[in-house]
């Protein structure tokens, strides 16, 4: 499975420009983590890419939402280690992240949506203005993008990162698409 198929795959069953937007997103933090750990760049991206692919297929189902995910991508011929990763970023399941790429995912996954939040409040609705600080600034507000878990992103110990680091990988991995992501 290379990315284009991964894609490709996406366009089939997401029909959410935001939800598609979110998985880029997800994609390139994934990509920066895996630079920045030496892994391998295309595993952790075709992870973070693929991660939502079964949300409108489930509908709102948290119980179903990633199991039929995971199903999917094995169809696709995704490695057992993404397959895993994208099984238990849904912690409805009470499956442990086990993985550095298990973890990553987790963490990574809310992140966007802190970030794109942040963009979305400034007067021109863009990521390049946006700077560590305030998404920090932003993370202490708990009634601000209320439905993204801090606790999911403060995951980030979890692989050594500080949350003022994670967040700066996060938004250069993010105004590194802007224009894919339209922000
Ligand atoms: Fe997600």
Do not use: Y
């Not at 939800?19 to 952790?44: C, G, N, P």
């Not at 991206?45 to 693929?50: C, D, H, P, Q, Y």
């Not at 992103?153 to 996060?170: K, N, R, T, V």
Request: charged letters at 30%; glycine letters at 8%.
């Amino acid at each position: 499975m290379n990315r284009k198929e991964a894609f490709d795959s996406i366009e089939v069953n997401v029909e959410n420009r935001n939800l598609i937007k979110h998985m880029l997103a997800t994609e390139a933090i994934m990509r920066a983590l895996a630079k920045k750990f030496s892994e391998d760049k295309e595993e952790w991206g075709l992870a973070g890419l693929l991660h939502d692919i079964d949300v409108e297929l489930t509908e709102g189902d948290m119980a179903n939402h990633s199991k039929l995910g995971a199903d999917l991508v094995r169809e696709m011929g995704v490695s057992k280690t993404v397959i895993q990763a994208v099984l238990c970023h849904n912690e409805a399941h009470g499956i442990t992240c086990e993985t550095k790429l298990d973890k990553a995912l987790f963490c990574a996954d809310p992140l966007t949506g802190l970030i794109t939040a942040a963009a979305l409040v400034r007067p021109d609705r863009k990521l390049a203005g946006v700077e560590v600080k305030s998404v920090r600034k932003r993370f202490k507000e708990k009634s601000f993008a209320a439905g993204v878990s801090r606790e999911q992103i403060a995951g980030c110990s979890e692989l050594g990162l500080e949350l003022d680091e994670f967040i700066d990988m996060g938004l250069k991995a993010m105004k590194g698409i802007a224009k894919e992501l339209g922000l």
